[in-house]
């Protein structure tokens, strides 16, 4: 019963202060709130207005990276110029190969980066990752008035952030397409739906908001904080972008960009994607999906130094397609890649877990048998000469056989410059000598 009088007692006492507050306490809350209030919803609206803006910007910076990376990968895979053939089924065509129904690249893009991708021959859709509500892609449509103004006619690339197309608003990239002489042969876009950006935009805002409400200190605090990380962010992805743009396609992203969770990280992670795109583009052949010279000879070098420094074997191999020419000469050049394909495959199937293949030259292979002595990769290399002889290209009526020619080297206290010539000359004297062998000494 004490306690309960008690209690009484204090909820009594606190209604009386209550009561004596009147209207001069609550004046001067509201004088020193509403400022405050106002001054928070100004702050957050400028705030939100300012990130809004830089997120635009970064938008239109990622779309810009995407669609140059689209436009290299075009070029990359289909050397040559745009051309429209056919009179009334129409196909599109980029150095003499049809691209018109060919999504693989484009949609590629879609799933790494999250944008969408249309190509534009002269106004019209030829390729797009855009599909309507029935899921069907909307090829045959035209750009809008204003993007065939600035961009086909005037040549600019332009960002807008209000494309509508089929009722969805965009935030889209347009840049002309171009033929080796100049000419404006189409358009490029890449966009996001404004509806996602927009909401993503809305989500990295609502921490804020919510701090303005509770307190303004705690605002400023916050936003110089968030400030110092968004610009160490964007500095860091400047500086990632720097590096790849000038061939280092090794630099490391800092990792704080990619823990951010919001926009930024998903910058980075596209920023990577290309990276990493760039980086297969750049190692590998675009026929035969080996290694090039130019980065199979690092990896060559690196294998060279530590074998030596670990004293364990590795055979280097020279392979060299017999009467290759005659195959250009006599069946046509695509013939000869196919035959350059069919060979890639079987090398590269043949050295899986042996070692590996490079591109050495045209018709010119390099394999690589990492720590195996030339009695195993002479045995290895016998089954897989086995299987190219076996092999057949068709190309139409025509089906192709062929062989190739080795030399082989292998000792490791040997400079990798000496083993490479003990290799190659081994290789002419078999090319010399009858071909179709495999040579290992003279």
């Known amino acids: 019963m004490p306690a309960v009088k008690n209690i009484g007692f204090m909820s009594r006492k606190k209604k009386d202060v209550q009561n004596r507050r009147g209207k001069l306490y609550y004046s001067f809350q509201a004088i020193s709130m509403i400022p405050l209030l106002i001054y928070g919803i100004v702050v957050i609206i400028f705030s939100s207005a300012t990130f809004q803006k830089s997120m635009q910007q970064q938008v239109c910076a ?9 436009d290299t990968l075009l070029d990359t895979a289909y050397p ?23 999504y693989r690249l484009i949609d590629g893009i879609h799933e790494r980066t999250g944008t969408d991708v249309t190509l534009f021959y002269q106004d019209t859709r030829i390729l797009t990752t855009i599909k309507n509500w ?8 035209q750009a809008p008035a204003q993007v065939l103004t600035d961009v086909l006619r005037e040549g600019n690339s ?109 910058l980075g992670r596209s920023a990577l994607s290309m990276q990493r795109s760039l980086r297969s583009l750049i190692e590998r052949d675009s026929l035969t999906e080996l290694y090039n010279r130019r980065s199979g000879g690092r990896r060559l070098n690196a294998t060279a130094e530590k074998a ?8 280097l ?57 030339l009695e195993e990769a002479y045995e290895s290399l016998c089954a897989m000469l086995d299987e190219i002889r076996a092999s057949c290209v068709q190309s139409g009526d025509n089906r192709i056989y062929i062989t190739m020619t080795f030399g082989m080297a292998c000792d490791p206290a040997r400079e990798l410059k000496d083993l490479l010539r003990d290799a190659d000359d081994r290789l002419y004297y078999g090319k010399n000598n009858g071909r179709d062998q495999i040579v290992t000494k003279l």
């Open 134 to 141: 029935d899921g069907e892609r909307i090829i045959g449509t």
């Open 80 to 102: 040559g110029d745009y051309t429209l053939v056919g009179d009334e089924a129409l196909s599109l065509h980029k150095g003499g190969i049809d691209i018109t129904s060919d």
């Open 62 to 70: 990622e779309l810009k990276n995407v669609a140059c990376l689209v």
């Open 308 to 315: 030596k420094s670990e004293n364990t074997p590795y055979t």
């Open 158 to 266: 332009c960002f807008y952030d209000n494309v509508l197309i089929r009722e969805t608003t965009y935030f889209g990239y347009y840049t002309p397409l171009r033929n080796s002489d100049g000419q404006i042969t189409g358009i490029l876009f890449v966009g996001k739906p404004a509806a996602e950006v927009n909401r993503q935009v809305s989500q990295a805002l609502s921490p804020i908001v919510i701090v303005g409400i509770l307190a303004l200190v705690l605002v400023c605090l916050f936003s110089i904080y968030y400030a110092g990380t968004f610009l160490k962010a964007l500095y860091g992805l400047r500086a990632f972008f720097s590096q790849v743009a000038t061939g280092n396609l090794n630099e490391e992203l800092d990792p704080a960009v990619l823990k951010r969770g919001d926009e930024l990280s998903e």
């Open 317 to 373: 191999v020279i392979g060299d397609i017999d009467f290759f020419k005659k195959v250009n000469d006599t069946y046509g050049h695509q013939c000869g890649d196919l035959v350059l394909k069919n060979v890639a495959g079987i090398l590269r199937r043949h050295m899986k877990e042996r070692g590996y293949a490079i591109r050495w030259g045209g018709e010119e292979f390099l394999l690589v048998y990492e720590n195996c002595r």
